[in-house]
């Protein structure tokens, strides 16, 4: 949605400190339309990991999320999983 006229559209990124997939990072998600922005903290920024913080805030509110857009970050490898008739990822 290019003119953030829907809510439920959402930016997902990975905020990291050190350059090591063992290190702690943030996934943080913001929303197009109002910007309203989520923060989590995970233990490393692993593929594995980073698709099971995904699932756990999805799981936890799926009516708040019709898209979401990554990068092509190796993180994001297994995201694509979380896709189905509700969300596009």
Not at 5 to 17: N, R
Not at 33 to 41: L, Q, V, Y
Request: glycine share 4%; no cysteine; proline share 2%.
């Amino acid at each position: 949605m290019l003119d953030r006229s829907e809510f439920g559209h959402w930016e997902a990124d990975l905020v990291k400190g050190k350059r090591h997939k063992e290190e702690p990072a943030a996934i943080t998600l913001v929303e197009r339309k109002t910007r309203f922005a989520i923060a989590m903290k995970i233990e490393d920024y692993k593929s594995e990991t980073v698709l099971t913080a995904f699932q756990t805030l999805v799981e936890n509110s799926p009516h708040q999320f019709k898209t979401i857009t990554f990068d092509n970050g190796s993180e994001f490898a297994k995201v694509s999983e979380l896709e189905n008739d509700d969300l596009s990822i």
